[in-house]
């Protein structure tokens, strides 16, 4: 090993020692780079460019910021920047208390230094103080400052290398009025008062950002580079130099000689290396950390070990690379012991096998009921915040939008199950279901993010227990009752036990497959239903052939027989134009022609009803999926993006339900009961468990169907729970498995009770739920995306749902307006969006890539295509034997138990794929039993019980970093290292000179 990669090691090993174990404490930085400029009327300090995030660079003919970039930086520049700070004055902390003094103890150490002679100390305070323009302020003249009223006093007196008395007393009275003029513009908390600064631009920066001042420039005379850099603490106000009202916390200073000289350095590109320095995350927490001058050049030569360079003969410097989608994570730099491994993708590896994937919510408490008092511990603190929480015009838009999402399955599941039932569940129960369920789970489940809704397999179990009653002759209602209170003791069994904590072994691959499925049955019915719209409103396709005449009943004689005598009075004509008119447009029972050849069943034919659904159903999905996305553009103001976001499917809906009115064509609209009745008449609203029909002992065989409705509802709500619960979420509140089984297990009791049906977690309606209140950043910085801070979780929409579901049967002038294809297009847009953003669908895709175009998912740099392949094969195998039991009658009772087999086909595919490849497609089983073992000093892997992988960490044993004061700690620097053997790090020690 040479010095240099020695040395490297060594500073790394400096920076790591300072910030590992630590919590980054630095604020956010303002940075911004001001160059002496002369203008041809004046000297100034003209802001050049800028930075949050990424660079802004002026266009100066333009007089404009250019868009932002990814700054791409001249390594010569950064090696000159640590060469020169090795010797440079550093100011740490000073005593300092305005811009003035602080100039004055620069000057003074250039003095001191040698770097330059007295007479130059007030030429440079001069130029130190001339005015500072920045672009905002366009070209209006700014008051003269300290620094104009100095430089106009050298070129006076102090032309050439001698120096007369009366020149100095001249200048030294006129810097002091000067130095109270510059104080004046400042009030005493150090903040200025009159200096105009950009607000709107402020507004990108987050407000507890603190700023970098840079700045650079070329003078006459000097004979070798100045540089000199300061920390502020506190940050101080530096009157006009900031563009924007922020305190000053770093200023550097690099003033070299003017380009006619030998000696050139290219200072405009040392000072985008600060600038793009001060923006990086870990070099800033240094920057406020360190205490010396050798942990500052540590912190810039950890800064270039992770630089990437890009050759100059494929690369122009001068192209601006777009800002990425996703800011890389850093925090790999902070894992010191790590970093210094040679193999990096061992680390790697390392990480994400020793992933930790028990969830403090889904470990087993080992006590009664352990696991429902910890969800509710969990819970309780944040009760009150689940209703202040909802106060944004976010959540009016979310409830407005889930409650006609769900409203229309519920009439629609209603029907079917009346149909199923023979009425003594119906659309009534349903609605009435909706709203119980709603409103209590919102008020005290675990996770009231989930919305609660019908699915198909629970319709399945209903109708085979009915047909079974029925063929035996024994009252349906009152066997559903003990079914339920079945039902619920053995949720209460699981709450009991912890039995909840199994759903650890859920993983990404059970997940999507069962999303997935429930959002391509909605994409299903979506068309389904519009396309059954024309067996109700047929359409004529032939254009030859005459459509079919239909007539009232009661009308004998066909239109075309009538015929007018000219003597027809004008009054008769228009009478009986006014009748015919009436009559066509009036809903009356028509019959076919008799002498129509044509064999279609009659109906009140209007050939634009179908057509006209067809065109609502696309443009509802169209309108809401473009208002959506529209936040993402770069059209108008964030604040209107942002609403026309929040607002899109509502949006959507009332543009086409105003067309459809508008054209007052008769397309099918949703129908909802406008009494509140049970839909049979001869049931009542409570249920008696005991019924002569039925004998004794079907309470106690009311246990079996129990256990199977125990399987659906347990595997439909958990999964959605997990999927609704994951990381990616941001989820700050925690969830609560055991109590939301508990609270549905109450409410399946409830709902036998009074006749309803059983509602259980609603997986494409609770997704969309989550990303109707997804929030992001509100202050992003130029060329940044919004960055994506989470849910916003409260329990308001849910109850405000299912108190609007109960209520829908009052809303029924105003429901009965929305055509059914609007509804259908809100099925189709939750559809797409739950499947936007899964693996599965950029997997499968995948397939019909090219290699060479194919995206840059993190997977595909580790696991080989092949491997991709086969795993997404096996997963859709999966996923098509999920849709084909859940489509036939026959078979869809058993849904719930092949949503299970997935779990153990996915544990099957431990003997496929390795752990590695399974870490990057999926999640790694959580191990069920695994004996610790003590780390050893090579890089061999450890074997678990279930086939894990763990990589052991190097051992390294720190020891006190011995230097030299800081005087002699500017030169070169010497690591002496011990123990490297087997590429394991066992000791380090390091003494610096």
Known sequence: MDDAELNSKSDILIVSRMLDGQTMTSLPMFCQMNRLTDTGTE???????????????????????????????????????????????????????????????????????????????????????????????????????????????????????????????????????????????????????????????????????????????????????????????????????????????????????????D????????????????????????????????????????????????????????????????????????????????????????????????????????RLFGGLVADVKRKWPWYWSDFKDCLHVQCLASVIFIFLATLTPNVTFGGLLGQETDQYMGTMECILAAAICGVVYALFAGQPLNILGSTGPMLVLETIIYQYCRDQNWDFMSFRVWIGLWTTLIMLVIVAFDLSSLVRFITRFTEECFASLIALIFIYEAFAKVIKISSSYPVFLSSFTEPPVCRPKFFNMSLESYNFTSNTSRSFVDNTTQSLMTMMTTNIPWSPNSTTTVPVKCSFYVADVFFLSVLEFFFTFGIALFLVKFKNTIFFPNVVRQTLSDFGVLISIVIVVGVDVVLNID????????????????????????????????????GLPALLATILVFMDQQITAVIV???????????????????????????????????????????????????????????????????????????LVGILSGLSVLLTSILKLIPLPVLYGVFLFMGIRSLEGMQIVDRFILYFVSPKYQPDYPYLRHVPLMRIHIYTFIQILCLAGLWIIKTFKETSVGFPLMVLATCFIRKLLDCIFTQYELSWLDHILPPITCKKQKASSSLENSDCTNG??????????????????????????????????????????????
């Open 667 to 702: 397309t099918p609209k949703l129908n909802v009961p406008d009494t509140f009745s049970p839909t049979r008449h001869d049931r009542g609203w409570l249920i008696s468990p005991i019924n002569q029909k039925n004998p004794w002992w079907l309470a106690l065989a009311a």
């Open 43 to 261: 000297v100034i300090w003209m802001e050049t460019a800028r930075w949050i995030k990424f660079e802004e660079f002026l266009d100066e003919d333009a007089n404009r910021w250019s868009k932002p970039h990814v700054p791409s930086l001249c390594l010569s520049a950064l090696t000159t920047l640590r060469r020169e700070l090795k010797h440079a004055p550093l100011y740490l902390d000073p005593e300092v208390t305005d811009f003035t003094s602080l100039v004055d103890k620069m000057t003074s150490g250039w003095v001191q230094s040698g770097y330059i002679d007295k007479t130059m100390e007030i030429g440079l305070k001069a130029a130190l103080h001339k005015p500072h323009r920045h672009v905002h302020e366009g070209k209006i003249a700014r008051p003269l400052s300290v620094g104009s009223n100095l430089l106009a006093v050298q070129e006076r007196g102090l032309s050439g290398s001698s120096v007369s008395l009366q020149s100095l007393e001249s200048f030294v009275s006129e810097r002091e009025g000067s130095e109270r003029h510059f104080n004046d513009d400042v009030s005493e908390k150090g903040t200025p008062r009159c200096s105009r600064k950009n607000t709107k631009f402020q507004r990108k920066i987050p407000k507890n950002a603190v700023a970098t001042n840079v700045m650079i420039g070329e003078v006459t005379g000097l004979k070798r580079p100045l540089m000199a850099f300061v920390r502020l603490n506190p940050a101080r106000h530096l009157g006009w130099v900031c563009e924007v009202r922020l305190p000053t916390r770093f200023l550097f200073i690099a003033l070299v000689p003017d380009v006619k000289t």
């Open 948 to 993: 894990t992988r763990s990589v052991p960490v190097i051992n390294i044993k720190e020891e006190p970093i011995e230097m030299s004061d800081q005087s002699e700690a500017y030169g070169s620097n010497e690591a002496i290292v011990k123990g490297h053997e087997n590429n394991s790090w066992s000791h380090v020690t390091i003494t610096i000179s």
């Open 263 to 366: 000696v050139r350095y290219d200072v405009k590109e040392v000072g985008r290396c600060v600038g793009t320095l001060m923006i990086d995350p870990i070099f800033r927490e240094v920057a406020e950390r360190c205490s010396s001058r050798f942990e500052l050049l540590a912190g810039i030569t950890e800064f270039t070990n992770h630089l990437t360079v890009l050759p100059s003969c494929v690369w122009d410097p001068s192209t601006r690379l777009e800002p990425p989608n996703k800011i890389p994570s850093q925090d790999f730099r902070l894992m010191s012991k790590k970093v210094l491994e040679e193999d990096k993708e061992h680390v790697e590896s390392t990480l994400l096998l020793q992933e930790d994937h028990e969830e403090p919510e889904l470990k087993r408490s080992g």
């Open 725 to 799: 619960n994951r990381k990616e979420n941001k989820l700050k509140k925690g969830c609560g498995y055991h109590l939301d089984i508990l609270v549905l297990g109450i409410l399946i009791t409830v709902m036998s009770f009074l006749g309803l049906p059983w509602y259980v977690a609603a997986t494409v309606s609770a997704l969309a739920h989550i990303m109707s209140l997804k929030v992001e950043s509100d202050c992003t910085a130029p060329g940044e995306k919004p960055e994506f801070l989470g849910v916003r979780e409260q329990r308001v929409t849910a109850l």
